[in-house]
């Protein structure tokens, strides 16, 4: 009981700290604390990494044409309006906090970022894998999307990757195998989704070049994700920068190699 309410003073406590640092913000999202909060410590992942930091840019997704992408996605996800989740693939642009941290940045592509058929997040996890393939830093290895849900993240991926480099993880809680299935085929089957478990049986020697994490909290599948070991890892930045046990265990076996405000990639020591 004390215990409880000692947790309960600490978070109204933190709440005047943040209304104080920005009484505007503050009011502007209807005393979202819980928003607040992942944007200070956001703020503070950055500057404690500071030279790891660059700023939001699709400057590289730009140079390509994902017009044909966006229709076909839309068009193999009408029966997505009768899922668990509905809610999520009905407007994924705007779901959760993901566009609510890049406009606070003021990030002048929003309407850009919604042209996509994609989480905003995962827009800059394309500029992101886009510029580790320039680089040539993934050489072949496997591109995991987990949790991949439809997929759908694998369809823009593949106007600059071989579909053989695919496997999504998901497991079929918000959105059934079968629903997945359905959108695969509508689009081509660019990508095959299935279980960590069926992962582990069947592709366990395979080398994971990049492994994709948005939009989930990251203590359901980190061990999982560590399991893996993928040579990158792409995070949504407030789901590490809220969690010291979160870094603690990515600061093991990585470094970060890039952070902004949507997306953090770590890679391997």
Do not use: C
């Not at 005393?31 to 992942?38: E, G, Q, R």
């Amino acid at each position: 009981m004390k215990i409880n309410l000692l947790n309960k003073i600490k978070w109204y406590l933190k709440n005047i700290f943040l209304f104080v640092l920005n009484p505007y913000l503050s009011i502007k999202n209807k005393f979202d604390f819980d928003f607040l909060n992942a944007l200070h410590a956001n703020k503070k992942l950055i500057k404690e990494n500071s030279f790891k930091y660059q700023s939001l840019s699709v400057e590289l997704v730009k140079k390509l044409s994902f017009d044909n992408e966006n229709k076909i996605s839309y068009s193999s996800s009408t029966h997505l309006n009768k899922v668990k989740n509905a809610e999520y693939f009905k407007d994924m642009q705007s779901y959760g906090y993901g566009e609510r941290i890049i406009n606070a940045t003021k990030f002048k592509e929003l309407e850009y970022l919604k042209s996509f058929h994609l989480y905003p997040a995962n827009v800059f996890v394309l500029n992101e894998i886009l510029d580790l393939v320039e680089k040539k830093f993934i050489d072949g290895g496997l591109i995991i999307d987990y949790p991949s849900g439809i997929g759908n993240l694998f369809l823009y991926l593949s106007k600059f990757l071989n579909n053989n480099l695919f496997y999504g993880v998901d497991n079929f809680e918000q959105i059934s195998y079968e629903d997945i299935l359905h959108y695969q085929n509508g689009i081509g089957n660019v990508a095959q989704v299935n279980t960590v478990d069926y992962f582990y049986e069947n592709k366990k020697n395979e080398i994971v070049d990049v492994l994709v994490s948005i939009e989930l909290n990251l203590n359901l599948i980190i061990d999982d994700i560590l399991k893996l070991n993928p040579n990158y890892i792409i995070f949504e930045t407030f789901y590490v920068s809220r969690f010291n046990y979160i870094k603690e265990k990515l600061a093991a076996k990585y470094t970060i190699y890039k952070i902004n405000e949507a997306i953090v990639t770590y890679k391997k020591n």
